[in-house]
């Protein structure tokens, strides 16, 4: 890609106050992420990934180091932006036409009532929900609900998609099918997308690249992998693919020693301003690119 | 005793009848309680006209539910009538307690909802407000009453003032406290849409507090409502409250009683007006 | 002695019985022959006449001495009593016509009360409407906020409120007394043997308010008996419909009250009149017909008509045989809300006992509205004498302040002339003689007392 640093994180440090001092969840952060990527960032409960989204999303404030999307420094949040809340975060007194209408005014405030109900329901279309426009949130299902949270997020056609686990909370049929879903769009309009989320197959499935971020306190991205698989990948048929336990067992080696290792061994030449890029071949076991 | 379980009774009739049974049973008692004992004795005819029932038949000092029913039905066949200031129908002096109630429950509203969104909105003016609110909220409504006559100087402004003041803490409180516990994901989505002060006031955080509002206007008017009558029967004039004063300086027992009924499903409506405003602003999550 | 007696009539008894001049059967009876308009020409005249020669001693010996027609010549060319009296028969217009009057459901209230459905205020061109009010304190509270522009009071109030008892000091006036006597000590059923006072230790009674003739009598009845009201037995404020209903359900042994609330106790058989308030003080002032200051200086005609009603339907009431017309006029439920027997007994003096007897005493309560100076003084004495009253206070000027702003005193100013010295005369309280001059040595002498 052209833009090799669409979203670029710099140096950032989040800490809260603690008695005796400060607790640092991260500090000294360096992150790129360039335009049209899809980032997923796996990483242990606790290490500050939701942070780290919050503060791309402009909902948290850094205690220092400052991010630049575009070109510009974020200084709180923007309709460029777009949040998948894992929570889904639909407004319950509004139908999914309502929900998704709130967030195309608030894109297109001069827009007509006609525009914007057209522009929702294209939106709702694009999910698969047409047809359930006034329904109200609780009428629907868990997934439903989820896909109108991505509908209202896509709506407003932000620059990046920012999601917090937002399949975390779905049973895996369902969970499969938005997965689907989402890669779908943003394969079809070149989003750039930056998720986090548990689930290594995910990652795996949706990724361009996954940051591997280590155990909090004081966490630090180890390292980020170029996901090999090719790009017309299915979900169904990804087990079979090769080179897919290669990057699993890769992943899954992380979440379960090097994560918690990492901060007292660092590798060799660790930069945290330059976190390692490893690109594993399809065959081989994945290993460091030169 | 072809089994009562085979009659399909739906369970509000069979809530019904019971409702039916514990009345007819209660009408009973206080039929037979106060049904008096005749004659008590022996009296000089002429002295005796001079004596009330009570007196002379040891009629009991209480009516019976037959003499509240008419007295009530009394009330109820001709309810707008004016026969000078201090004697009016009981329609006449509920639409003054009811005017009254309005008054100073609508200002009470137009004050507590803004300021209560502001105390919510600001956790500094919610901790700078509190120690008054604490401490205006437990006063008695009639506490300040003569507080209220002596500055307002008018016992008409002073009644709707009293109700203003005791209508006002439950929905400031309650206002506040639904401002302040509006979910902070649903903020979140208004900062994330770039959404405006004013319009996430009114899109997102009132109709998220609106039920918990709605509580507290539910209670305030509860609350309105018995002020009201308290209020009515200490400064008199008119009002379903003077009414009752009026009836209890005759000593009218069945008047007194017909009121309370009256003022019961007054408030009872009042109340239910308020749950069906409750009703729609609350949403299912 | 009534206002209402010619007070140029050398022979006219003191006390009542007959009529005045003799020539009637009752004083009553001698009234009605007078007319309205004759009416308040004796009230003024009778008060300027007073205001001269304050002993009725005096008085007569002068009256006797020159004549009463020379009298009244020799006086008419003093103070045009002529034109006094036309200002206030006719008056000028009023300033204001609508006219909001506050009282208390109690029968002391009637010529307040009856002045609106008899039409004593609209003669005078007036529009009042009387307001029925809940309370003492509310009554106060409202006619110092001007709510009413006057308003029933119980006649210790205005002395209250213009000393600054119980309220802010407001310069009151009490331009007419509404009734005389009136009240009664009504005791529950279950003391109908225990009628001496003496065996009253530990009983507890109701009075309608602090600042009332009903406290003050029923405290002076106690302690006459040698029971200190202060340690020996409770009193409490009760709103007069909560007296009966008190007595019915023990929480009190009897009540100082006044009219109907006393004969309603007797009607529902649940008390009998012990000792009708008249036979302590036969005259007693007891409501009081009250307006502040600032009401009369603003609006002096007004004032003045209202006033003039007033008196007229005072003297109308106090005829006997206009009383059950009187009945009828206040019980319905826009006024007294009474049955009609209950305020037909209290009027006529013809009522049930609640002992079984039917007793006839036609003065029972009576209706006079000469304010006299003596009664505010009495009324100090006690305020002091039971410490409502803390510091010292003159007698005769607060007395002139509050119950000399008589219709007499106040038309005679307005008339350009000095008004006389206090209008005051001695009179018996439970056998005890109270002469206002020596106001402190009747103080002293009460064995029972908190101060002074
Ligand atoms: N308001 C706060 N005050 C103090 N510490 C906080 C606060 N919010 C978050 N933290 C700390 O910041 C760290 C990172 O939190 P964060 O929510 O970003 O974790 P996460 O990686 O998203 O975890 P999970 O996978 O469970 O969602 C946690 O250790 C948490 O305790
Ligand atoms: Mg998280």
């Known amino acids: 890609m052209a833009d090799e640093r669409f979203i670029s994180i710099e140096g950032i440090a989040r800490r809260y106050p603690a008695p005796g001092g400060s607790t640092t969840v991260f500090e000294n952060l360096w992150l790129g992420i360039p335009r049209g990527e899809f980032v997923c960032m796996i990483g242990h409960s606790g290490c500050g990934k939701t942070t780290v989204l919050n503060v791309l999303a402009g909902l948290d404030a850094v205690s220092d180091g400052e991010v630049i999307v575009d070109g510009k420094p974020i200084d709180g949040p923007s309709l460029d932006r777009a949040v998948i809340f894992q929570s889904h975060a639909l407004l319950p007194w509004r139908s999914v036409l309502g929900n998704v209408a709130f967030a195309v005014t608030s894109r297109w405030p001069k827009a007509s009532r006609v525009e914007v109900e057209k522009r929702a329901r294209a939106a709702i279309a694009l999910v698969g929900l047409a047809g359930s426009e006034h329904k109200r949130p609780a009428e629907l299902s868990g997934g439903m609900k989820q896909r109108v949270g991505i509908a209202r997020a896509l709506s407003i056609e932000p620059k990046i998609l920012l999601m917090d686990e937002p399949f975390s909370a779905l049973d895996a049929l369902t969970r499969g099918t938005l997965q689907d879903e989402v890669r779908r769009i943003c394969l079809s309009t070149g989003q750039t997308s930056f998720m986090i989320t548990h689930d290594v197959d995910e990652a795996i499935y949706l990724a361009d690249r996954i940051v591997l971020m280590t155990n909090g306190p004081q966490a630090c991205v180890a390292e980020i992998v170029e996901n090999p698989l090719p790009k017309d990948r299915a979900r169904t048929g990804l087990h079979h693919a090769p080179g897919y336990y290669a990057l699993r067992n890769h992943l899954i080696d992380f979440l379960v020693t090097r994560s918690a290792s990492f901060r007292d061994a660092k590798p060799e030449g660790y930069d945290q301003r330059h976190p390692p890029l490893i690109r594993p071949t399809l065959n081989d076991t994945p290993r460091q690119a030169a | ?285 | ?452």
Not at chain 2, 24 to 39: E, F, R
Not at chain 2, 175 to 202: C, D, M, Q, Y
Not at chain 3, 194 to 215: I, L, Q
Not at chain 3, 248 to 268: K, S, T, Y
């Open chain 3, 1 to 452: 002695m009534s206002s209402f007696d010619d007070a140029f009539d050398p022979t006219r008894r003191l006390h009542r019985g007959g009529c005045s001049c003799g020539a009637h059967a009752s004083q009553a009876a001698h009234e009605a022959e007078l007319s309205a308009d004759q009416q308040i020409e004796r009230v003024v005249q009778g008060g300027v006449m007073r205001a001269l020669f304050p002993r009725d001693a005096t008085r007569r010996a002068f009256l006797r001495a020159v004549g009463a027609p020379a009298a009244m010549a020799a006086i008419s060319q003093l103070l045009p009593l002529g034109t006094i009296s036309d200002a206030l028969a006719q008056g000028a217009k009023p300033e204001k016509t609508d006219l909001k009057v506050g009282f208390i459901p109690i029968t002391c209230a009637t010529p307040i009360i009856m002045a609106a459905p008899m039409g004593y205020y609209s003669k005078q061109g007036l529009n009042v409407e009387v307001v029925k009010t809940a309370g003492w304190a509310v009554i106060r509270d409202k006619t110092l906020n001007k709510e009413y522009d006057a308003a029933h009071m119980l006649s210790p109030m205005p002395l209250a409120i213009s000393l600054g008892i119980g309220s802010n000091a407001v310069p009151y006036t009490i331009p007419a007394i509404e009734n005389i006597n009136g009240q009664a000590i009504t005791l529950a059923v279950k003391h109908k043997d225990r009628r001496d006072p003496k065996t009253w230790k530990g009983m507890k009674f109701a009075v309608p308010f602090d600042f009332s003739m009903h406290n003050y009598l029923l405290r002076y009845y106690l302690a006459e008996n040698g029971i200190d009201p202060d340690t020996d037995v409770q009193i409490r404020s009760v709103p007069p419909p909560d007296m009966v209903a008190n007595l019915r359900a023990e929480n009190i042994d009897g009540f100082l009250g006044p009219d109907p609330i006393n004969q309603r106790a007797v009607f529902d058989g649940v008390g009998f009149i012990h000792v009708l308030s008249r036979e302590l003080w036969d005259g007693h002032p007891c409501c009081a017909f009250a307006a502040s200051k600032s009401f009369i200086t603003e609006m002096p005609n007004t004032y003045g008509a209202l006033l003039r009603a007033i008196i007229e339907a005072t003297a109308f009431a106090s005829k006997a045989e206009n009383r059950k017309q009187v009945a009828e006029a206040i019980a319905p439920a826009n006024y007294l809300n009474q049955p009609l027997t209950v305020i037909e007994q209290a009027l006529t003096g013809t009522y049930a006992d609640g002992l079984g007897n039917i007793r006839r005493v036609p003065n029972r309560v009576d209706f006079d509205p000469f304010p006299w100076e003596s009664f505010a003084v009495w009324i100090m004495t006690q305020m002091k004498r039971w410490g409502q009253l803390k510091t010292d206070v003159d007698y005769a000027a607060v007395a002139k302040q509050v119950f000399l702003a008589t219709d007499a005193a106040k038309l005679m100013t307005e008339a350009g002339l000095t008004p006389p010295t206090a209008t005051s005369k001695t009179f018996f309280v439970m056998g005890r003689e109270f002469d206002p001059a020596k106001a402190d040595a009747y103080l002293a002498s009460f064995p029972i007392k908190r101060a002074g």
């Open chain 2, 1 to 285: 005793m072809a089994s009562l379980a085979s009659f399909r009774v739906s369970p509000a009739l069979r809530a019904g009848l019971v409702s039916l049974a514990i009345l007819t049973v209660l009408l009973l008692a206080w039929h037979l309680a106060t049904s008096g004992s005749g004659p008590v004795q022996a009296m000089d005819p002429e002295y005796a006209k001079l004596m009330g029932k009570t007196a002379t038949e040891g009629k009991s000092a209480m009516p019976g539910p037959l003499d509240v029913g008419r007295t009530l039905w009394g009330h109820l066949r001709d309810p707008f009538y004016v026969k000078g200031a201090n004697d009016k129908g009981i329609g006449i002096q509920l639409a003054y307690s009811i005017a009254r109630v309005a008054a100073g429950y609508l200002a009470a509203v137009l004050v507590a909802v803004p300021v209560g969104f502001l105390i919510g909105m600001s956790p500094l003016m919610g901790r700078a407000l509190n120690p008054f609110i604490q401490v205006m909220k437990p006063v008695s409504p009639l506490a300040w009453m003569p507080l209220a006559l002596y500055t307002i100087k008018d016992s008409q402004a002073s009644s709707i003032f009293v109700i203003f003041i005791c209508a006002l803490w439950p929905m400031l409180i309650n206002t506040a406290f639904g401002v302040a516990s509006v979910r902070k994901e649903w903020l979140n989505v208004a900062r994330t849409l770039e959404v405006r002060t004013l319009r996430r006031a009114l899109t997102v955080i009132l109709p998220a507090a609106a039920p918990t509002i709605l509580t507290g206007m539910r209670i305030s008017i509860g609350i309105a409502w018995l002020v009201i009558v308290a209020a009515e029967m200490l400064v008199g004039g008119t009002g379903i409250g003077y009414f009752v004063w009026n009836e209890w300086n005759n000593l009218s027992i069945a008047n007194v009683i017909s009121s309370i009924l009256v003022i019961g499903l007054v408030g009872m409506a009042l109340d239910q007006l308020l749950a069906r405003a409750q009703r729609l602003v609350t949403f299912p999550e």
